[in-house]
């Protein structure tokens, strides 16, 4: 049975990897790493799928090195993927150390004993297209990378540490850089889980910049199965590109929700300033990953949002209790 460890495992895109790898994977069993205990049902992986495939274990990334070194040695898993990340652009300007001590730091201090480990047959890093900055036209994985947040900054030292130490000393790694992401059992504080709570609960949404913002969203599922085959048949030391090439403003977005739940986008939004130093890419070309591993996008923006809404539907009751702001973490 091939073992993968999904560090950053209690979070939203760990759990819906470990969900859709124990779906979709024959003969896969999943160790998930994470620094909080297991949250509630509404987030987690569900009960079918704990029968001796799933094990979470609470060891926390940073101050906890040691231990999950030696897990991981214990485990000796084929593949490790590190979801495990402080990804939250505004705070990264007054917490800016804890970005690189979670992101670039504690990054290091696993990956160099893991070098020559020869159970290990690949790292997949879940990068962030935010390393690009705004360069004009549609991104390609050999555009220099121009962060301008303390978050892209520590997570572009991240993705050119692991480069490195794949050309030099042949670490196993492969870097995937997903666009926005969302679906079912992600954070209450993201703005789509967000403007479909507060839409369903006739709360109010504030809308910074007034949603102008465009954005490239990709469900999450598209997303694991890009982990899956990039584990599978992933060129090592390669960066690849994952996302739609449907682009968006927030205000659209907020507008196919109201219109999705029947609430009045007009009733729902309240403007609100910008926020501090958004950082994205204007395009992202896929072109590469399509090319290598056959791999694009299969749900649609609209199939996405009523899937998440059928989530949030079906855990409301849970759901209308659980922060809608950010709160950080250390």
């Given at each position: 049975m091939r073992t993968y460890v999904i560090l950053g495992g209690g979070g939203f895109v760990g759990v819906r990897l470990a969900q859709y790898l124990m779906d979709n994977v024959p003969d896969v069993r999943v160790v998930a790493i994470g620094r909080n205990p297991e949250r509630p049902e509404a987030f987690a992986v569900p009960p079918r799928l704990r029968c001796g495939r799933y094990e979470y274990r609470q060891v926390h990334l940073v101050s906890q090195t040691d231990q999950v070194l030696a897990l991981l040695e214990s485990e000796r898993p084929s593949v490790i993927v590190n979801v495990a990340a402080q990804s939250e652009e505004a705070a990264s300007w007054t917490h800016s150390w804890r970005f690189f001590e979670t992101n670039t730091l504690a990054l290091a201090k696993l990956v160099e004993p893991l070098i020559g480990r020869p159970w290990l047959s690949k790292w997949i890093q879940v990068g962030t297209t935010g390393v690009y900055g705004h360069p004009p036209g549609s991104v390609t994985e050999d555009q220099p990378l121009h962060p301008s947040t303390p978050y892209t900054v520590s997570k572009a030292a991240a993705d050119w540490y692991l480069l490195s130490v794949s050309r030099v000393r042949g670490f196993p790694v492969n870097i995937l850089r997903p666009s926005n992401l969302y679906g079912p059992g992600q954070q209450s504080h993201k703005i789509i889980p967000k403007a479909i709570l507060c839409a369903l609960l006739g709360r109010t949404l504030a809308l910074?910049?007034?949603?102008?913002?465009?954005?490239?969203?990709?469900?999450?599922?598209?997303?694991?199965?890009?982990?899956?085959?990039?584990?599978?048949?992933?060129?090592?030391?390669?960066?690849?590109?994952?996302?739609?090439?449907?682009?968006?403003?927030?205000?659209?977005?907020?507008?196919?929700?109201?219109?999705?739940?029947?609430?009045?986008?007009?009733?729902?939004?309240?403007?609100?300033?910008?926020?501090?130093?958004?950082?994205?890419?204007?395009?992202?070309?896929?072109?590469?990953?399509?090319?290598?591993?056959?791999?694009?996008?299969?749900?649609?923006?609209?199939?996405?949002?009523?899937?998440?809404?059928?989530?949030?539907?079906?855990?409301?009751?849970?759901?209308?209790?659980?922060?809608?702001?950010?709160?950080?973490?250390?």
């Open positions: 910074h910049g007034g949603g102008l913002a465009t954005k490239s969203y990709l469900y999450v599922e598209d997303f694991a199965r890009a982990i899956s085959l990039v584990a599978d048949k992933g060129l090592p030391g390669k960066a690849y590109n994952c996302g739609s090439s449907d682009r968006v403003t927030v205000r659209e977005v907020v507008h196919l929700i109201c219109d999705k739940v029947g609430a009045s986008f007009k009733g729902l939004v309240q403007l609100a300033p910008a926020r501090m130093g958004p950082d994205s890419a204007s395009s992202v070309d896929c072109s590469l990953i399509a090319a290598d591993l056959c791999w694009s996008p299969r749900v649609s923006l609209g199939k996405g949002l009523d899937e998440t809404i059928a989530w949030a539907r079906q855990h409301l009751a849970f759901l209308k209790g659980q922060p809608t702001e950010f709160s950080f973490q250390a």
